[in-house]
């Protein structure tokens, strides 16, 4: 559960469908595709009649901004050049900041000539949300933040307390009650509809309606039970540069279907350093520990279970790992880290079931590449749990040192790497 | 009246939210082996019943309330004010907001997670504008050693013990990571006297209070003489005590550190287990945090694994500066081991009062007499199969399973006049459900109906082995007045044979390699109708009689197993499970008809009472 990026396109047709609940003279019609890279371009003409008919802008809308900066923006153009950008660039690779990836989703939308950007942005923090609102909006707003009006609401107070017209810039004119509408309206879009960060920047105006032309939001996950509806068929994009690999999609599934928790993300497949940690603090521990060593190059993933998992669970997540570790054969042998703090209440000999049985079924690849694995837990039914990994250890063959309690958590870092 | 800044003590009470029976057993272990004098739950909220919970009291039984709403609860304890909430993510934001909405209650642990940030921020607000303390979402809680214990918090008994958990130390402890709070118990234990209380706030991104607000208290607290914190990267919340330690508003030493160095060392961002353990900008980082600690004063280690010499090294010195109280250590009493754990860890045994010879559900997959399911049904075993395997332990022939299923058909319905169709019919008028109608029909089985199978089987048995010529027989239960079972019909006689009759015998004939007893039974049935038509060998008399003969027949089964079939009444049980069938098909006939209720005529009673006179 956290905060996660949305697509711009998504983001837009939220803004389009939802907000005229908040403003009703807010007519922004939400004329936005988006092309994926398994996208019929002739359906998506076909079925969205302006794309031909009005010159468009494409972009790529895969959570990162400065997209003009980078040169991926293509500006006023006809359906036909927009289709030959969107062929030619579909899965070549950008490089924005230090990230590389993959392009592989265009936003088009009609091109709208124009002069005035404005920008708006809500965030926010312990103390509430804050409105950002300045007419000098665009690329360079960061430059000009001192016209940037913050306004800050208050939690509790809400929106209906913030005197909002009186906080518009004078700049605005005869304009500053309609933006005060507006902004006081995209608030409640962003309270009421599972936001955590939304920003337009800019908006402009055209014959007086207000047209959103880049937008970058941020949605609470946590909220999806309250405001699936609102929110319809968007996904959850990966950050740009990061695609699931199958095996993260896998685990990630099943973390979704649980109310346990189950994480993993692959650092470094050729790493020889495999963990499965119990716990979210205790696993940033651990990592912080292995690369204090100086192995953080050598981690091959960060892997967190906890919130008691059943048997079943751990035996797929550990299978999952053990698949990932036994693809390629390192002449120093591989390392597993079985680690873990002292539990309050997930039983230890329980979720160490599942991972013994799969252990057990990888016997053969554990020995063929020298696999040394280190346990450390605590907690309910711990004595029971160490023991069922001792007697697998003699079981299997495969070297299985076993600490408890009494051992220091971390300690058993030390120990592995110091083999390896 | 407890100090501001003290949340819990010995006298503290709470309401459980949930039904949480293993959490509020936990709570309950640790006051008994604390020495309090009243449980720290005072009452279950459970929204789908109200009533009373049992648990123990060290060895003790004892009762708590159960109400379903926050408000009775209130009504009834006005002296508890803290709620442990363990309602799901769903509901914790109601649950929360409405206990703060009691005067009484001061202080609400929020157990779930998924809680979304703004539930979670309008409730950090809600409870600083009324002078209230949330811990959590998305924590275990935390405990005040030897007071009071937030639910699953430092977990089993034994660790309570390990960490001294039981009575207070002088080290004040607040983490974000729950999990990592009994880590944090073990090795503050180790190092120190002990904790005074520790406290988890969540991992999350808004937390109802924050670590400085703990650790605020902790200053407050004149038995706490030292404070121990574990950050994470991500957030500010490290700042705010950052910021007090420099303003002077923190005194007593600190022991802080904050993981996630490692993040910076890792490609790409990677999403921790935590929802806020992602730094968005440096300051954020741990290895910014961390720094900035150790420039505001406080006791900053090299990393997580020196964590417990700092501690150590803090504690001499506030103990050398005489700010350590010397106490006695305490008896601990033993709470006994719970019986499902002893018995399952072996360290307790127990007589078992029920023996199951013939089906076992405990396994991965249901087995009749040894055999699994999914065999029976692949291997087409049929009912008669599995009347072998639940009544005999044994897997029968087939031509035996098929004469089972035989004897199913035939007895399966003898239209709606006989007692026990007749008694479920007037049951299911009477209004009763399909089941009571049932038993009602079933209940008629016995001596006189249905019953003569086992009893024909049975004195035919008798009279054979024991060497009785048929005439023999016929004449010693004249002699006793008995009519023989399973000789004689109401309608059927030589002339009019029975079809069903004709029916299994033909089979038997056929299949089974001897009848012996049959052909005993029907040499006495050749007696018996000589002297009167009618009474030849029925239906019953023949399936008890061909049962016993197959069973001889069948080298699977030994003379006890035939004599338990008699002894035991296996063969009462055949006629009451085909008859089943067609009772059944009688109450359901009756329901889908509407059926009214059913008074006899009373022209078809003859009314003979006593006369007054007599």
Known sequence: MAQRGIREFDAKRMLARLLPEYLNDFNYKGEVALAGPDTDLDGMAAENLWLTKKKLVVKPDQLFGKRGAHGLVLLDATWQQARKYIEEKMGSEAVVGNTAGMLTHFLIEPYIPHEEELYVAISSDYEGDNIFFSTEGGVCVEEKWDQVARIHVDTLKGIDKADLLSRMPASLGDRKEQMARFVEALFKFYSECGFAYLEINPFTLVDGSIIPLDMVAKLDDAEEFWCRKKWGDLEFPEPFGRSLSPEEQYIKDIDAKTGASLKLTILNPRGHVWTMIAGGGASVIYTDTISDLGFAGELANYGEYSGDPNTEETYHYTKTILDLMTREKDPRGKILLIGGAIANFTDVANTFKGIVMALREYRVKLKEHGVKIYVRRGGPNYEEGLKLMRRLGTELGVPIEVFGPETHMTRIVPLALKEA | MRENYSLFDRNTQSFVYGYQVNAIQRMLDFDYISRRETPSVAAIINPSRAGIHKVFWGTREILLPMYRTIPDAVAKHPQVDVMVNFASHRSAFETTMEAMDQDSIMTVAVIAEGVPERQARIMAATAREKGKTIIGPATVGGLVAGAFRIGNTAGTIENIVASRLYRPGCVGFVSKSGGMLNEAFNIISRNSNGIFEGMAIGGDRYPGSTMLDHILRFEANPEIAMIACLGELGGEDEYRIIEALKAGKITKPLVAWVTGTCATMLPGSVQFGHAGAKADTEKETARAKNQAFAEAGAHVPNSFDDYGDVVARVYQMVKEQGKVKEFAEPDVPTIPVDYGKALSTGLIRRPTTFICTISDDSGEELLYAGKKISDVLEQNMGIGGVIGLLWFKKELPDYASRFIELVLQIVADHGPAVSAAHNSIVASCAGKDLISSLA???????????????????????????????????????????????????????????????????????????????????????????????????????????????????????????????????????FALGRSIGMIGHILDQKRQGARLYRHPTEDINYMLPTPEE
Do not use: W
């Open chain 2, 440 to 574: 009602s029909g079933l209940l008629t089985i016995g001596p006189r109906f249905g019953g003569a199978i086992d009893d024909a089987a049975r004195e035919f048995k008798m009279a054979y082995e024991s060497g009785l010529t048929p005439e023999q027989f016929v004449t010693e239960m004249k002699r006793k007045g008995i009519n023989i079972p399973g000789i004689g019909h109401r309608i059927k006689s030589v002339k009019n044979p029975d079809m069903r009759v004709q029916l299994l015998i033909s089979y038997a004939r056929k299949n089974f390699a001897r009848t012996d007893l049959l052909n005993y039974a029907l040499q006495v049935e050749s007696i018996t109708t000589a002297k009167k038509g009618n009474l030849i060998l029925n239906v019953d008399g023949c399936i008890g009689i061909l049962f016993l003969d197959l069973m001889s027949s069948c080298d699977i089964f030994s003379k006890q197993d035939i004599d338990d079939v008699v002894k035991h009444g296996y063969l009462n049980g055949l």
